[in-house]
C-alpha cells in the first residue's frame, strides 16, 4: 500500500512536468493516450468498410446524428470553414470521417444527403449498435438516446469533439467547440505537413 | 424485470483492471484466511470490511464504472464511496490483525514485517500519517482531480483514470485509519491523540464545503470533458454540474461529522478504561503509604 502511494505520487508528479513540457500544439494533444483508427462500419453506399480504407489522409473523427438540431450542424459548417483555408493540395489529404450513432434513422442514403452539403470530402458512416459501442468505447466517449416524444422524436446525445488522426491512423488531437479557428487551422496544416 | 443476460452485462467490468481484481481478491482471500486461522473480530468488523471491499469494487469494476466515467455526478458519487464511505467501513473494521493471521507465516515473517519495521518505509508512513501532512493530501487529492484540465485528461487517459481512483482508495483508506484508529498513542505503534483527530477531521471538512459549493454555484459550464466524451443520455450540463456539486458538498462533510463522532466515543471508552486502571492500582498505592 504504501509502496504504491510514494508510486502514485511519483508518477502524478512525472505527468505534470511531461503535461508542463509537450505543450507546443493549440489545441488538446492526444498523441499517445488514445489507439490508432480502427472500426468496423457501413458507409453511405451501405457497404461494410473498415479503418484500413480511409488510410493515407489526414482524418478527422466525429460522432453525431442527422436529425441533431444545433452541435452537429454547427461542428460540421465550422470544419467545412476551416477546410475551406486551406490550400488546394492539403485540402486533398484531409477527410473528415461523421459517424452517426443513431442507426435507426440515419440510413445510407440519408447519411449521403447529409455530408454531401458539408462537402464532398465529407463522409457518413454508421453501423450496428455493436460496432457503434466499440468505437466509441475505443475513443472513451459515449452516446444515448432521449424519450421519444408524441411525433416519435427524440434526442441523442453524444461526444461534442472531434478527433484527428494523422496518415497513418495514430491520434493525434482533440478539437474542441471552444478552439480557435486560427488554432485548429495552424494544428491541422502541421499534421498535414509532418505526413 | 431485468434479464439474466442483462444482470451478469450489469455486473461484469466496464473496463477490467486486473490490479484491481488482484488486490480486492487477495484482500478477500487474506481475511477469510484469517478468520479460518482463529481471529475472532466479532461480527460487525467482518461485515464492515467486506461491504467496505464489495463497495470499492462495485464502483470500479461494474457497469457503475462507465457511468462514472460519462455522468459527472456518478463519478463524484464514485470518490464519495471510494475516498469515504468504503474507506471508513475498512478502517473501522479494524482488518490488519485478521490479514496478518490469513498471511502464509513465512511471508509474514520473512517479508512483510522486516519490510514494515525497515526504516524508509517507517519513514514514508509517519510523514503521510502526520496529521497536517495526511489532511492536506486528504484534501489536496479532490482538489488536484477537480482541476478541470487535470480532470480532463484524467476522464480522457485510461491509465490517468486508473491513477485517480486507485490514489483516491488508497488515501482514503490511510486518512481513516489515522482518524479511526481504536487505539490511544502508545509505546509499539503509531496513533495520534483523539484531540488531534477530531481537529483534523474538521479542518477537512471545511475545504470540502468550499469546493463542493463553488461548484453548485458555479454559472458556467466547469468540466467540459462531460461535452467531449458524450453523456449516457441526455442529462443537462448544468444538473449534472449541479448534483455533482451537491455529491462534493454535503455527505462528505457528513462524513467528517460522522468521523468526529466515533472518535468521541473511542476517546470515552479509552477514558473510562484509562479510569478504572487507575481505581484498581490506587487501593494498593494507599495501603503502601
Known amino acids: 500500500m504504501r509502496e504504491m502511494r510514494t508510486a502514485a505520487v511519483t508518477a502524478m508528479l512525472a505527468l505534470l512536468l511531461v503535461a508542463c513540457t509537450s505543450g507546443d500544439w493549440r489545441t488538446k494533444d492526444i498523441s499517445g493516450m488514445m489507439p490508432e483508427l480502427a472500426f468496423n462500419l457501413t458507409n453511405e453506399n451501405g457497404q461494410s468498410v473498415t479503418a484500413e480504407d480511409y488510410r493515407g489522409k489526414v482524418t478527422l473523427l466525429f460522432f453525431g446524428y442527422t436529425f441533431c438540431p444545433d452541435v452537429c450542424p454547427v461542428t460540421l459548417a465550422r470544419l467545412s470553414r476551416i477546410l475551406g483555408k486551406l490550400d488546394e493540395d492539403a485540402r486533398r489529404d484531409v477527410q473528415v470521417l461523421f459517424v452517426s450513432v443513431d442507426p435507426r434513422r440515419d440510413t445510407p442514403e440519408r447519411l449521403r444527403a447529409y455530408t454531401s452539403a458539408f462537402g464532398k470530402d465529407f463522409i457518413g458512416l454508421t453501423g450496428t449498435q455493436d460496432q457503434l459501442k466499440a468505437l466509441n468505447k475505443r475513443y472513451r466517449v459515449t452516446y444515448g438516446y432521449g424519450e421519444p416524444d408524441e411525433n416519435g422524436n427524440y434526442v441523442v446525445s453524444h461526444s461534442g469533439a472531434v478527433f484527428v488522426f494523422n496518415r497513418a491512423g495514430e491520434a493525434r488531437l482533440l478539437v474542441r467547440d471552444s478552439d480557435p479557428v486560427e488554432a485548429v487551422l495552424a494544428d491541422l496544416r502541421r499534421i498535414i505537413e509532418s505526413g | ?289
Open chain 2, 1 to 289: 424485470m431485468a434479464s439474466f443476460p442483462e444482470i451478469l452485462g450489469a455486473l461484469a467490468p466496464y473496463e477490467w483492471q486486473p490490479l484491481v481484481t488482484l488486490v480486492v481478491g487477495g484482500a478477500l482471500v487474506l481475511f477469510l484466511r484469517g478468520l479460518a486461522a482463529g481471529t475472532r473480530p466479532g461480527g460487525w468488523r467482518v461485515a464492515a470490511f467486506l461491504l467496505g471491499l464489495a463497495l470499492m469494487y462495485a464502483v470500479t469494476q461494474t457497469r457503475y464504472d462507465y457511468y462514472a466515467q460519462y455522468v459527472f455526478f456518478i463519478h463524484r458519487l464514485q470518490h464519495l464511496v471510494l475516498h469515504h464511505v468504503a474507506a471508513v467501513l475498512i478502517a473501522l473494521a479494524n482488518p490488519l490483525p485478521v490479514l496478518a493471521a490469513g498471511m502464509p507465516a513465512g511471508l509474514r515473517e520473512r517479508v512483510i514485517r522486516p519490510l514494515w519495521r525497515a526504516r524508509p518505509v517507517q519513514w514514508v508512513y509517519r510523514t503521510l500519517q502526520f496529521p497536517p501532512v495526511a489532511a492536506l493530501l486528504f484534501v489536496g487529492l479532490i482538489y488536484f482531480w477537480l482541476i478541470p484540465s487535470i480532470h480532463f485528461d484524467a476522464m480522457l487517459s485510461r491509465d490517468l483514470y486508473a491513477l485517480m481512483n486507485w490514489s483516491m482508495a488508497i488515501d482514503g483508506i490511510l486518512f481513516w485509519w489515522l482518524a479511526l484508529d481504536p487505539r490511544a498513542p502508545g509505546p509499539g505503534h503509531y496513533s495520534v491523540g483523539f484531540g488531534k483527530r477530531c481537529l483534523m477531521l474538521a479542518a477537512v471538512a471545511f475545504p470540502q464545503i468550499v469546493l463542493g459549493a463553488y461548484i453548485v454555484f458555479a454559472d458556467s459550464d466547469i468540466y467540459q470533458i462531460y461535452d467531449v466524451c458524450g453523456r449516457p443520455w441526455p442529462i443537462s450540463a448544468s444538473t449534472d454540474q449541479t448534483i455533482g456539486g451537491a455529491l462534493t458538498w454535503i455527505p462528505s462533510a457528513m462524513m467528517s461529522v460522522l468521523g468526529v463522532v466515533i472518535v468521541l466515543a473511542f476517546w470515552h471508552r479509552h477514558e473510562r478504561g484509562a479510569e478504572g486502571r487507575r481505581a484498581r492500582t490506587a487501593p494498593a498505592s494507599a495501603a503502601s503509604t
